[in-house]
């Protein structure tokens, strides 16, 4: 398969976790929903004239969900912008770093390099780096996952602040992004537990 060929199934299976994502999101809506009309109208305990709850009800649901969608299409759309900028060399290593992914991170990774930048892909936001911004990078254990099977990567920036996401524990993954950190940035200090 050659890298065009690999960029367009990329974005289809970006494309189809997407549609999962809908799907499952309307199916939890439409459950809540239910639960909240089942609940209100027959309910004895309920002193009050249930209908006038419902609205309100609903509207809170609908803005949850709007903003939820809101933050889906960001999320998904940014691994669009990011695949359709990247060049074939980073393309071929997303590649090759995407066949040692587990099946969940493999098209949905929590981070891609490319052309000397960090894009980092957490549901809120999707922050991107240059790596020359950064002073230090950080990997260690992180203790909120069971069984302590991620790491946490920490970015320290030479400006100010910091800002830090969650890795699979995956060796080939971990390697890459120290090995780019360095190569696009040789004075950045690089800490914590790399194995």
């Given amino acids: 398969m050659n890298i ?3 960029r367009a199934q990329f ?3 970006i494309n189809r976790n997407k549609i999962i994502a809908a799907i499952l ?9 239910s639960f909240i009309i089942i609940y209100t109208f ?12 419902v609205l309100p009800l609903f509207v809170i649901q609908l803005i949850i969900l709007v903003v939820t969608l809101i933050l889906s299409i960001s999320f998904f759309r940014s691994y669009g912008d990011v695949l359709a900028t990247m060049n074939a060399e980073d393309l071929a290593i997303l590649k090759q770093i995407s066949e040692s992914r587990s099946w969940p ?5 929590s981070f891609i390099i490319y ?3 960090i894009r980092v892909f957490t549901w809120l936001r ?11 990078l950080t990997v260690k254990t992180n203790i909120f996952t069971r069984g302590k099977q991620n790491r946490l990567v920490i970015f320290n920036k030479v400006n100010w602040g910091s800002f830090f996401f969650a890795v699979d524990n995956n060796s080939a993954q971990k ?7 360095v190569e696009y940035n040789p004075n950045i200090i690089i800490k914590g537990n790399m194995h």
């Avoid at 027959?42 to 709850?53: A, E, G, I, T, V």
């Avoid at 999707?126 to 230090?136: D, M």
């Fill in 42 to 53: 027959f309910d004895k305990q309920l002193q009050l004239p249930s209908y006038r709850y």
């Fill in 175 to 181: 390697r890459h992004l120290i090995e780019k950190a």
């Fill in 115 to 117: 052309s000397g930048k």
């Fill in 4 to 6: 065009k060929e690999y």
């Fill in 11 to 13: 974005l289809k299976k």
């Fill in 126 to 136: 999707q922050p991107e780096f240059h790596f020359t911004e950064l002073k230090e």
């Fill in 25 to 33: 999101l309307g199916i939890f809506i439409v459950l809540v929903a």
């Fill in 105 to 109: 991170d493999k098209y949905l990774p």
